[in-house]
Nanobody
């Protein structure tokens, strides 16, 4: 079994920055797809950013140019650097990791952007 734990969420003012981390533990797997999603109150969970394969990244339009996804060499951790945060970025951020046909989710970390 694999455990996925997100951290780094906090209350931040508009224009501020946060770095989210996603750590995996348990069964040793190299995750070929690592993705961040978010869910705001009363909204559906949505894709934020993903990194796959040799390091190809993809971002949702609302975060392009502000967020950056990365991972460690072992492909067991992923990070989401979030800059120039806006009120609309307020949400619970979830990490999803995949290895072959296996998929795991974390419990989420709360990001609140407010003055």
């Amino acid at each position: 079994q694999v455990q996925v734990v997100e951290s780094g969420g906090d209350l931040v003012q508009p224009g501020g920055s946060l770095r989210l981390s996603c750590a995996t533990s348990g069964r040793r797997l190299a995750f070929n797809a690592m993705t961040w999603y978010r869910q705001a109150p009363e909204k559906q969970r949505e894709f934020v950013a993903g990194i796959v394969g040799g390091g190809i990244t993809r971002y949702a339009d609302p975060v392009k140019g502000r967020f950056n996804i990365s991972r460690n060499k072992a492909q067991t951790m992923t990070y989401l650097q979030m800059n120039n945060l806006r009120a609309e970025d307020t949400a619970v951020y979830y990490c999803n990791v995949r290895s072959g046909g296996l998929e795991y989710w974390g419990q989420g970390t709360q990001v609140t952007v407010s003055s």
